[in-house]
Every structure is written in structure tokens, then in C-alpha cells.
């Protein structure tokens, strides 16, 4: 591990620190790691909230090496003191007017990066982002009225084209991979949200499909297909 050659632009390096790149060691390594780290994590916080009444840790979830929690809110004026969590009444007031996600999300990660001097924690929250909504993978989520809302999310980078209608492939397909996208689109974005919402999600397909050289009936087809499916998939969950 403390010898990994690699090459980069022609040049042999070596890798000064970290574990070795694109070794099967590594990954093993970082899942061994991430769970020791989760269950000393979730431990140091049930001891630091221990004061907070009604406080709960509702979820803890990763993938790869991104961990999504679900939290109640930490009180105004909270500080980790000694691995504690305590609440300053001198910092209440200037807390109140930072959001509540904000404040327990970065006390938080301090608590994340007193387990490991090598492990250093980022966060995000929702309303780091201007939709209050954050993006996780494919969707962008927030907690409101103690319900999880989330919909269809894409990074603003992404390729703005779709498959195109000039690509090699037959019609047939190109028509099946289009209805699971626009499918996919609306199964990320919460069943109870206003269907305004769902809508302009399938109206921006549309714009994707035109732009992607689809004529005006084929891009029909396609939305009306999407729907047909959709609703098969809600009735059937209403029935399960």
C-alpha cells in the first residue's frame, strides 16, 4: 500500500498518501472503515444528545461514501462541548436565525470527525441549495411536516440531448428507452406532490426529445405511453 506506482500522462508516479488507486484492497478497506465509523458515530451521538430531550436519529444510510440522515432538529444555541451536546442560552438568539437543518447538520459532522483524524466529513442540507431541496443522486429531498418530499433531480452539467433520433438504433428501441427515462423522471418525484410539478417534469422531456431531433407525434406517443405506465404503477400499488 505504501508503494503504488501508477502512471499519468506518460509519467510513472507514485502515490504519496491514501490508500492505493483502483486497488480491490482499497474499496475493502473503506467499507471495513465506513462501518466501524458508523457504529462509533451512531454511539457518540446517542451520547451527546443524551440531554437533548426527544431527540431522535430517524436515519443513517449510506452509499458508497456519501451518508444520508435524517434527524430531528437540535435546539437553538446547541455546541458540542466535551462530546456533549449542550445549549448556550448566550448563542440562542444569533442560532434563530440560522435554519435548523443548517446548525444540526454541521454539529453533526463534528461529531463525525472527532472518531477519525484521517476521515474529514463535508455536509449538506436543504437549505444550502435555493429550491430547499437537496440533491441526493437523482432526486432532491427535504423533510416538511414531518413527511420526506422529494422529486426528480439532474445536475445542471448534464448532457441536455437524450438519445438521438439520428443514433443506429431502431425506432422500436429508441422509443422503449425513451418511455423508462420519462418513467424514471416521474417514479423519483413523490407520488402526493401537485401534479403542476409532474408535469413540467415530463413538458422538460419533451423539450430534450425535440431537442434530440424527435418529430411532434413521436414525442406524443412517447408522454402518453409514460403516463399509461405510471398509472398502472400507482393502481397496483394501491392494491398491494
Known amino acids: 500500500m505504501s508503494n503504488h506506482i501508477y502512471t499519468w500522462d506518460k509519467t510513472i508516479k507514485k502515490q504519496s498518501k491514501g490508500g492505493a488507486i483502483g486497488s480491490d484492497l482499497t474499496g475493502e478497506l473503506g ?12 454511539d457518540k451521538v446517542k451520547e451527546a444528545t443524551e440531554s437533548i430531550p426527544n431527540w431522535e436519529l430517524h436515519m443513517l444510510q449510506f452509499y458508497i461514501d456519501d451518508g444520508n440522515m435524517i434527524t430531528d432538529p437540535l435546539p437553538p444555541g446547541s455546541r458540542l462541548i ?3 451536546i449542550v445549549v448556550v442560552e448566550e448563542e440562542v438568539d444569533k442560532d434563530c436565525e440560522t435554519p435548523e437543518d443548517e446548525r444540526t447538520a454541521r454539529i453533526l ?7 477519525f483524524s484521517f476521515l474529514k466529513l ?4 436543504p437549505s444550502a441549495h435555493p429550491s430547499g431541496l437537496m440533491p441526493i443522486l437523482d432526486i ?3 423533510v416538511e411536516g414531518g413527511q420526506i418530499i422529494y422529486q426528480f433531480y439532474k445536475k445542471p452539467m448534464s448532457n441536455p440531448l437524450l438519445l438521438r433520433a439520428s443514433s443506429a438504433m431502431p425506432l ?4 422503449t428507452a425513451l418511455i423508462q427515462e420519462a418513467l424514471r423522471r416521474l417514479l423519483r418525484t413523490k407520488r402526493e ?6 408535469a413540467n417534469i415530463l413538458s ?6 425535440l431537442c434530440s431531433g424527435y418529430w411532434e407525434q413521436f414525442r406524443l406517443e412517447v408522454i402518453e405511453a409514460t403516463l399509461r405506465l405510471y398509472h398502472q404503477k400507482c393502481r397496483k400499488s394501491d392494491q398491494e
Open 82 to 84: 466535551d462530546q456533549r
Open 193 to 198: 406532490l401537485a401534479w403542476e410539478l409532474k
Open 140 to 142: 432532491q429531498t427535504k
Open 204 to 209: 422538460e422531456f419533451s423539450h430534450k426529445m
Open 31 to 42: 467499507v471495513f472503515i465506513m462501518q466501524v465509523w458508523t457504529s462509533t458515530f451512531i
Open 122 to 125: 463535508t455536509c449538506d442540507f
Open 109 to 115: 459532522t463534528e461529531i463525525g470527525n472527532s472518531i
Open 172 to 175: 422500436k428501441m429508441k422509443r
